[in-house]
């Protein structure tokens, strides 16, 4: 019954999230399917794959996140005109993210361009 007024106040939480269970590639499709772009370049799998195939991982998760924000943006459009500057917020980021996925996309595929075996010789555009 001697406790001190420090002891008695004092709460501890803990709190732990993990994704422990899941093998590295069962990691990165669940950050992909949440759109968390930016935490799939820490990702095990996501360093294991070329330059390209980093891109696409990239990519497509930014897509998640672009069809999640889509998803809000019709939310807040059919609330009313009260929700307007919500609405134009998302779609601004979505803008946002579109140019960013553009963007890694153009600057994988003019630094790593494919070229056919030189009989052809002709240059793959993506």
């Known amino acids: 019954m001697n406790k001190s007024i420090t002891d008695i106040n004092e ?20 950050l992909v399917e949440r759109g968390d772009w930016e935490l799939v370049i820490t990702s095990k799998a996501f360093a294991k794959r070329s330059p390209e195939g980093q891109a696409q991982v990239i990519q497509e998760s930014i897509d998640y996140r672009i069809k999640q924000l889509g998803k809000t943006l019709n939310y807040l459009i059919n609330q009313g005109p ?40 002709v240059k793959i555009d993506f």
């Open 82 to 121: 009260n929700e307007r500057a919500a609405a134009m917020g998302v779609l601004q980021r979505r803008k946002e993210l579109e140019r960013t996925r553009d963007e890694i996309l153009k600057t994988v595929y003019e630094q790593y361009p494919r070229v056919l075996p030189k009989k052809g010789g």
């Open 11 to 30: 709460v501890k939480i803990i709190k732990k999230t993990s994704i422990q269970g899941f093998t590295p590639e069962e990691e990165l499709k669940y």
